[in-house]
C-alpha cells in the first residue's frame, strides 16, 4: 500500500521559536497532552541535557504525528549558527519545510542562509512569522523584510491582494483577472497557490503565536494542503540516506535514515558486511520498535558498524554537496589529566561520527588534537559533551582562524612509471588552474580510456571518480598546510603496468594504491607551478546597540580591523554593518558587549575568503608531506611494510 509522508523541517534562527512551533504542533495534532516550554527545559524535541540547560537546540530532532490523512514526520533543526552543520545534515531528506521568523527582530543574519538552501534545493517551503503576540511585534514590516531581502515571491495567505498579485506573477489567466478586476474565487487562489508552492514559485506567509496557538491551526491547514505530501512505494528498489548518527547508552550506534524507496527489515544486510540487528520508526510522537521499516519513513538503524553520516542504503541519486560555509575556526584540545590522551582522542572520534565538520586532526611534532569549529557556543558544547558523556576532562587552547589557500596560476606535473623518480607502478599527468572564488574543486578526466588500468575498474567513469577521490583527500592541505579550494584539477595523462605489456609498460601489475599514493606527489608538484595564495576568512556583522553607545563603539570597530557601513539610528537604536576578519569575530563580540551596557547585540555570518597579509600563516601536516618527495616516499614505503599492505585497490 502506498503511504502518503511528509518529511517536514522546522527551521529558524536562533531565539525566533521554531522548537515552541514544534511543541504547538504536537499539541494540536493530539500527540502531547501538555505544552512544554523551552525554559523549563520541557520540549519533546529538546531533550540532551545541555539542551535544557542553556535553552537551545543543539542536535536535530524527529517526531512523528497524524495531520489530515498524511504521516508527518517533522525535524526540529538547531537554529544557533554554531550548529548549522545539523540544519545541513536535514536538508537533502526533507519534502517541504516550515522557516519561522520572528515578528519582533524579523530577517535575522542566519535566516537568508536558511533560504537561499532551501531556494536551492527546491524545497517547497512556508514561512511562519511568529511571536505576533509580543510587545515590538510587526507583521507587516516583516513581510516587506521577506519580500526584499528572501523573496519577491512571498505570499501572504491572510492578504488576497497581496497573494494574488504575487500568484499572478506566475499565470497569465490570473494576472488578466487582476488586472481587468475581475476577481477571482478563494478556490482557485487556493489551488494555484498549492501549484506554486510545489514547484517552488511561491512562498505563503502565515503569522501567529506558536505560545499562544494563534494562526497556528492555519498554518498546520497549510502544512497538509500547500505542501507536497510524497506517495512512496514501499515495493520499489531499496534507496535511502543516512543523515543523523548518534551513541546510546551502550556505546552502540544507531543511524537515522530517510528511505525514499523500498523496503528494509531487520536482519538484513547492507553491503557485503554489516546487518541490520534492530530497528525503530517514528510513530505519535516517538520511535517504536518494528520488524521493518517502508518508503517515506525514517527509521533509525541498529548493527550498522561503519556506517557514517551521508552515507547510502541501497541505491541514492547523488545529491549536492555543502550548503553552509564550513567552520572558520579551530582549536587544539587537550586533556587536563595527561593519561585521558587515548580516552580522549577515542571520545572526539566519536563525536566526529555525530559531526564530521568537526574535522579531528591529529597534526604536529606533538601529534596534537584539533577540532574544527563555527564558534565559541560550539567549543562549550564540546568540553561539557566530553566530560558528561565521556567522562574526559579536557581543556580549548586559543581559537584560531581556519585559512583556506587558492592557486594563482596553472601549473602542470607529470610522473611517469618504470622510471627512477617515481616508486609506484603508475602514470598521472595532472594541471591546476584557478577558478572562480566559491566554486569549489573541479575535477576532470581528459584522457583516453584505453590508458586507464581497465582491470581495477568496471569503467572509465569508476576510474574517473577515484582519481577525483584521490585528488580531492589530497587538496585537504595545500602548500601552506591549508585546504586548496576554488580550483580545477584536469588529469591530463595515464598509464598502468602489465607483466606481458610491451617495455614501457612491462612490469608487476598496477594497483589502485599505486594511483592513490603517486596522486600527491603529481598534484603538489603541480600546486608549487602554479603557487597559492593564503586566504583568510571575512565575516559580515550585523550589530544592533543603543544608540548612545555609538561615540564609544565606532573606534574600537577600528582597532578590531572591522570595516563598518554608516550607522543607520532609529530613536534609541542604532545599527551596524560591515566586515571583520574572522580572527577578530571574539574580540568584537566580547567589547561590543562591554561597551553597550551589555544590551548590544552581533550576528555574524562568513562572507568571502580574502588574501592575508605577511606573515602568511602556515598550518601542521597531517598528510605524509608530498612536498618532500623523498620523505613522502619513505613515509609511504615505510607504512605499507608496518601495515602489511598488499597493494590492494583502495
Not at 432 to 443: L, T
Not at 468 to 474: I, K, P, S
Request: contains cysteine; glycine residues 8%; proline residues 6%.
Amino acid at each position: 500500500m502506498l503511504r502518503r509522508t511528509l518529511n517536514l523541517g522546522i527551521l529558524a534562527h536562533v531565539d525566533a521559536g521554531k522548537t515552541t512551533l514544534t511543541e504547538r504542533l504536537l499539541y494540536e495534532a493530539g500527540v502531547i497532552r501538555v505544552l512544554g516550554r523551552v525554559d523549563d527545559g520541557t520540549t519533546q524535541t529538546d531533550t540532551m541535557a545541555l539542551e535544557q540547560e542553556r535553552g537551545i537546540t543543539i542536535k536535530s530532532a524527529v517526531v512523528s504525528f497524524e495531520l489530515g490523512g498524511v504521516t508527518v514526520n517533522l525535524i526540529d533543526t538547531p537554529g544557533h549558527p554554531d550548529f548549522i552543520a545539523e540544519v545541513e545534515r536535514v536538508l537533502g531528506v526533507l519534502d517541504g519545510a516550515v522557516l519561522v521568523i520572528s515578528a519582533v527582530e524579523g530577517v535575522q543574519a542566519q535566516t537568508p542562509l536558511l533560504m537561499r538552501a532551501l531556494q536551492r534545493l527546491q524545497v517547497p517551503t512556508l514561512l511562519f512569522v511568529n511571536k505576533t503576540d509580543r510587545r515590538g511585534a510587526d507583521p507587516e514590516r516583516v513581510l516587506d523584510a521577506i519580500s526584499e531581502r528572501l523573496t519577491a515571491a512571498a505570499a501572504a495567505v491572510d492578504s488576497p491582494e497581496r497573494l494574488l498579485s504575487v500568484l499572478a506573477e506566475n499565470d497569465e489567466a490570473l494576472l488578466e483577472a487582476y488586472v481587468d478586476g475581475d476577481g477571482v474565487s478563494a478556490e482557485r487562489l487556493r489551488s494555484e497557490l498549492a501549484a506554486q508552492t510545489e514547484r517552488c514559485a511561491a512562498y505563503p506567509v502565515f503569522t501567529g503565536s506558536a505560545r499562544t496557538g494563534e494562526g497556528v491551526e492555519k498554518l498546520m491547514s497549510g502544512i497538509v494542503d500547500l505542501l507536497p505530501a510524497r506517495e512512496h512505494d514501499p515495493d520499489g528498489p531499496l534507496s535511502g540516506s543516512v543523515f543523523k548518527v548518534e551513541r546510546g547508552r551502550a556505546g552502540d550506534k544507531i543511524a537515522y535514515v530517510r528511505l525514499f524507496s523500498g523496503t528494509l527489515g531487520v536482519r538484513e544486510r547492507i553491503g557485503e558486511e554489516q546487518k541490520v540487528t534492530a530497528l525503530s520508526v517514528f510513530e505519535n510522537g516517538g520511535a517504536v520498535p518494528s520488524p521493518q521499516a517502508e518508503a517515506g519513513q525514517i527509521a533509525q538503524l541498529w548493527g550498522l558498524r561503519d556506517v557514517r553520516i551521508g552515507d547510502s542504503i541501497g541505491d541514492v541519486p547523488r545529491r549536492a554537496g555543502h550548503h553552509f560555509a564550513p567552520p572558520t575556526l579551530e582549536s587544539v584540545v587537550v586533556p587536563v589529566q595527561a593519561e585521558d590522551r587515548a580516552a580522549l582522542h577515542t571520545a572526539l572520534t566519536q563525536l566526529e561520527e555525530q559531526d564530521p565538520l568537526i574535522n579531528l586532526r591529529q597534526a604536529g611534532d606533538r601529534q596534537e588534537l584539533f577540532v574544527s569549529l563555527y564558534g565559541e557556543v560550539q567549543k562549550e558544547v564540546i568540553q561539557a559533551t566530553l566530560e558528561r558523556d565521556f567522562g574526559v576532562a579536557a581543556e580549548f587552547e586559543e581559537t584560531t582562524i581556519i585559512c583556506v589557500e587558492r592557486p594563482l596560476g596553472s601549473g602542470e606535473a607529470l610522473d611517469v612509471l618504470n622510471t627512477e623518480s617515481n616508486p609506484f607502478r603508475a602514470t598521472i599527468g595532472l594541471r591546476v588552474e584557478p577558478a572562480p572564488a566559491g566554486s569549489g574543486i573541479e575535477f576532470r578526466a581528459e584522457i583516453d580510456a584505453r590508458t586507464t588500468p581497465h582491470y581495477l575498474f568496471k569503467t572509465f567513469e569508476s576510474f574517473a571518480e577515484h582519481m577525483e577521490q584521490y585528488v580531492r583527500d589530497t587538496l585537504r592541505e595545500g602548500l601552506a598546510g591549508w585546504q586548496v579550494t576554488d580550483c580545477l584539477v584536469t588529469m591530463t595523462k595515464c598509464g598502468y603496468s602489465v607483466p606481458d605489456g610491451p617495455p614501457s609498460k612491462r612490469g608487476p601489475l598496477s594497483t589502485a594504491a599505486d594511483y592513490r599514493k603517486l596522486t600527491p606527489l603529481v598534484l603538489m608538484d603541480a600546486l608549487k607551478e602554479a603557487r597559492t595564495v593564503v586566504c583568510e576568512p571575512i565575516h559580515r556583522f550585523h550589530a544592533g546597540l543603543p544608540a548612545d553607545t555609538l561615540g564609544a563603539v565606532l573606534p574600537v570597530l577600528s582597532k578590531v580591523q572591522a570595516l563598518p557601513e554608516p550607522p543607520e539610528v532609529r530613536g534609541s537604536w542604532a545599527t551596524l554593518e560591515g566586515d571583520v576578519p574572522a580572527g577578530r569575530m571574539n574580540e568584537l563580540q566580547q567589547r561590543l558587549r562591554g561597551l553597550t551596557r551589555g544590551e548590544g547585540v552581533v550576528e555574524l555570518v562568513l562572507d568571502r575568503y580574502e588574501p592575508v597579509g605577511k606573515p602568511v600563516p602556515t598550518r601542521a601536516r597531517t598528510d605524509d608531506n608530498p612536498l618532500d618527495r623523498s620523505e613522502y616516499v619513505f613515509r609511504v614505503t615505510r607504512s605499507h611494510l608496518v601495515s602489511g599492505d598488499s597493494r590492494g585497490t583502495s
